[in-house]
Structure formats: structure tokens, C-alpha cells
């Protein structure tokens, strides 16, 4: 039975059309074959006697992935039922229709049929594509790697429903830690394409698995940048430099299974690094502006209570952010928001929300302010919680 998933179908492999399918296989994979020169192993190099075999076998089940009335992939899925894990090997968009999301969509339209538990599957190593989309599914690497030759090496991934998610608290630490230690990085002559990719990586280093706010794990600006308020369905990192002295604002993401972490902070670049206690910071505008975030923290937690309603927070610190002479930049106009289990599924320190602070287990506070004409933005975010009626930072 076809099953629809989105853009796609899932289409199952006719014996008459195996031909069709390992013609696509070789066209597929025949660039990665050319760069990583892998003739033991890449499916480019197998005959089709090869898949004719795997067509056979009664646990594999091969799928045309359809969209645009065309075959644009397919899929094999290797289903033993017999406790084992099941398998994904391998999985292809053809060249021409790749970078449409048509992957991720397959993989969702098998988990559909099979289920999403008990999974396995490997990848190349080098091939960082793969890797964030494997693990924004919820695979997580075994730890295994094997070394194919000089060029290239297979990492192993496995998905599990039934393993225990992160602890909120441990998810927050995940981006606390690795805007600790990204403030060890940086450096003048850095690129914030690199900035990203490192907090990525470090972030699944301690154990996130995928990033909650539109796959993106951090989201980095510099210099005149730090005043942009965009959502993250258009945001792209900028190809800026860091300079000897600039300013970053930096906006983590990390997730865990359903469990988010949010955390911001504004780091200051002096000398070439970054500045490690905000007393060194000599540009006084920038030092006001950091100085400013911590002053607005501190009012929140003097003057929130559990009765308090979003919208009456909203008013209160956005009447205190213009009083102490900066502005509001967040593109809503709000000040946070709940800590939740889906995106869609958060509410706001915005105006017209009357439902109460304590309504929610946790909530962000992260003002995003300028001052009025000025070149440059500052932000500083932490999840805040009740406990007892005491407001305590998670």
C-alpha cells in the first residue's frame, strides 16, 4: 500500500522494475563513489546482481520515493521481525531533486509503516549532511567507527523511544557548557559559519541530539548584525569575519528527545578573544549594553509571582527597558516565551496573554534591546521555574 507523507509516496519496488532501481542506485551514489574512491563498499560499485539478491531476501523491502510524479529516490528497508533492529540501507534522492526535504520525508513515511523504534543505520563520516539529518531525527551515534580508507569513514547510528529523555535542567547545561567553552574559541579571523558549526557539534558532544527552533543549533550575529530580530525560518549565518573588537550575540537550541534547553548571551571580542568576566570590557557602550541584560534579569525576578499574567510582565519590563532609555528589538515585541514540547505549542510574555506564569512548568526570559539609534544589540536569555512560589533559574 502506498503510504503518503507529505510531498511523498512510498511506492514498494515491482521484481520488474529492479533494473530501474539499480540504475538509479549507480546514478546516485556515483559521486560520493568518485570522492571517497570506496569501490569495496559504495552501492555505485555494485552489480545488479547484487540488488536483484537484497530484492529477494524476505526481510528486505525496497521503496520508490515519488514526488513531482517522478521517482526522484529510493529506500531500502531491512525488517527481520525478530527482535533485532530495523534497518535502513541504503536511502537516495537523485541528484537533481536533492535539497527539497524529500529524505527526511522518506524516513518519516517509513517510521509511518514500521514504526519509530528500534532503528539502525550507518552513513559516511565526512558527509555532514547526513549526519544532522539522521540526528535530527533521533538517531544517536553508537560511538563506532570504522575507517574505509584514507578518505572516508562509516559512523554508526541506532534510534530508541523507550530510553529515558534528558532532565530539562540537564539540557540547559548542555547550552550553558558550550557557550563556556565556545568562549575559549572565538577568536579574531573566525568565521560564524565556524562559530555555529562548533557549537553544533559541542552541543552533541554532551549529548543533544537534534535542535528544537527550526534545526538550528546556534544562532550567531556580529558587529551591527546583533540589532536583527529574525525568526528562524529565515535565518542564515552570515559569512562574517570576527574582529579584533566586536560583539556577538550567540542563541542556543539544544533538544533532547522532547526536552528543550534555551540560552543566550552577548560575548564581547577585545584584543582578539573573548572577554571572560564582564568587568574587562572596555567599550563603554558595550559594557552598558551587557550590564543592561543583567539589570533586567534581576528586576523580572524582583517583581514576578506566580499570579502574575504574561501580558502583565510583558508590560511592566517593556515600560522598564524604555524608562532606563533602550528599546525593545525581538520581532514579535515580546520577551519570552514557555518551555514546551512543540514549537507550536509555546505562549509568550506578549501582550494579550493573560494566562498566569505559573501556568506553565518553565519559561524563558530573553529581552533583546538596543539602544535607539545605536549600531549594536545585546541579549541574555535563561529558563526560569516556580517552585514552591519561589521563581528560581533553571
Known amino acids: 500500500m502506498d503510504k503518503l507523507s507529505k510531498n511523498i509516496v512510498l511506492k514498494p519496488v515491482e521484481r520488474t522494475e529492479i533494473e530501474t532501481l539499480w540504475k538509479m542506485q549507480v546514478a546516485a551514489f556515483s559521486g560520493l563513489l568518485e570522492k571517497y574512491r570506496d569501490y569495496d563498499t559504495s552501492p555505485a560499485a555494485e552489480g545488479i546482481g547484487k540488488v536483484s539478491e537484497r530484492y529477494e531476501q524476505p526481510w528486505t523491502t525496497y521503496f520508490f520515493i515519488v514526488a513531482e510524479d517522478k521517482k526522484v529516490g529510493a529506500v531500502r528497508v531491512v525488517d527481520k521481525k525478530d527482535g533485532s533492529r530495523k534497518r535502513i540501507s541504503p536511502l537516495w534522492i537523485m541528484p537533481e531533486y536533492r535539497n527539497k526535504g524529500y529524505a527526511q520525508q522518506a524516513m518519516l513515511a517509513v517510521e509511518e509503516i514500521y514504526g519509530s523504534d528500534h532503528w539502525c543505520l550507518d552513513t559516511i563520516l565526512q558527509e555532514e549532511g547526513n549526519l544532522h539529518l539522521y540526528e535530527k531525527l533521533g538517531y544517536r551515534r553508537t560511538g563506532t567507527v570504522d575507517r574505509i580508507n584514507d578518505r572516508m569513514d562509516i559512523v554508526y547510528f541506532e534510534k530508541d523511544l523507550g530510553g529515558e529523555s534528558m532532565e530539562y535542567s540537564e539540557v540547559q547545561r548542555i ?35 537534534s535542535f528544537w527552533y ?68 572596555m567599550n563603554p557602550e558595550w559594557r ?12 523580572m525576578r524582583s517583581i514576578v509571582n506566580p499570579e502574575m499574567t504574561f501580558e502583565e510582565l510583558y508590560v511592566q519590563m517593556n515600560e522598564f527597558i524604555l524608562e532606563e532609555g533602550f528599546i525593545n528589538l525581538d520581532f514579535l515585541g515580546n520577551l519570552g516565551h514557555s518551555i514546551v514540547r512543540r514549537r507550536e505549542d509555546r505562549v509568550y510574555i506578549e501582550k494579550g496573554n493573560h494566562a498566569k506564569l505559573s501556568d506553565v512548568d518553565y519559561f524563558t526570559f530573553e529581552p533583546h534591546i538596543s539602544v535607539r539609534g545605536s549600531r549594536y544589540g545585546y541579549k541574555r536569555e535563561n529558563i526560569y521555574f516556580f517552585d514552591q512560589g519561589i521563581l528560581k533559574e533553571l
Open 288 to 299: 552598558a549594553g551587557v550590564e543592561m541584560e543583567k539589570k533586567l534579569h534581576k528586576r
Open 175 to 209: 547550552a550553558r557548557n558550550t557557550i563556556k567553552y565556545i568562549k575559549g574559541e572565538i577568536h579574531s579571523g573566525m568565521a560564524l559559519t565556524e562559530v555555529r558549526r562548533l557549537c553544533e557539534e559541542k552541543m552533541y558532544e554532551l549529548g543533544a541530539d
Open 214 to 281: 527550526y534545526d538550528i543549533g546556534a544562532f550567531v550575529f556580529s558587529g551591527d548584525e546583533t540589532t536583527v530580530s529574525v525568526s528562524g525560518r529565515e535565518y542564515i549565518t552570515s559569512d562574517r569575519i570576527i574582529a579584533a573588537d566586536d560583539i556577538l550575540t550567540i542563541d542556543m537550541s539544544p533538544q533532547s528527545g522532547d526536552t528543550w534547553g534555551d540560552y543566550a548571551r552577548t560575548i564581547i571580542i577585545q584584543n582578539g578573544k573573548a572577554v571572560q568576566s564582564d568587568d574587562e570590557i
